[in-house]
């Protein structure tokens, strides 16, 4: 599985991007996709995951950005909204053939968890 991120960017405190990371190779198996960001100096942070049951989100992050997926494009998205200086990091998707990965508390998730990760995209929130 090959992903890719586009998307990041700079933006003032209070604005909005959204992320989108394309899935190549075998998607088909691919069952918990998630978004996790590092912040320089910090370690990685899981923001949100999705699967076919439903979805989880970091608690910084709650109600102010949501993960989505078009399984026909094969895309990931993660619309961000009301950004703030504290959101900028380098943010990364990833992906697993874990069943059971996705169902977790996403704070009791590592970044090792997840087999594939992209290149990352960074997001800049100035204020």
């Known amino acids: 599985v090959e992903l890719t991120e586009s998307g990041g960017g700079e933006v003032q405190t209070g604005g909005s991007l959204r992320l989108s990371c394309k899935a190549s190779?075998?998607?088909?198996?691919?069952?918990?996709m998630g978004w996790f960001r590092r912040a320089a100096g910090k370690e990685y942070e899981g923001v949100a995951t999705?699967?076919?049951?439903?979805?989880t989100y970091a608690d910084s992050v709650k109600d102010r950005f949501t993960i989505s997926q078009d399984n026909a494009k094969n895309t990931l998205y993660l619309e961000m909204n009301e950004l703030k200086p504290d959101d900028s990091a380098m943010y990364y998707c990833?992906?697993?053939?874990?069943?059971?990965?996705?169902?977790?508390?996403?704070?009791?998730?590592?970044?090792?968890?997840?087999?594939?990760w992209g290149q990352g995209t960074q997001v800049t929130v100035y204020s």
């Open positions: 999705i699967d076919s049951h439903g979805t």
């Open positions: 990833a992906a697993d053939f874990s069943f059971s990965l996705c169902s977790r508390n996403i704070a009791a998730i590592e970044a090792a968890d997840f087999g594939y």
């Open positions: 190779g075998d998607t088909e198996a691919t069952y918990c």
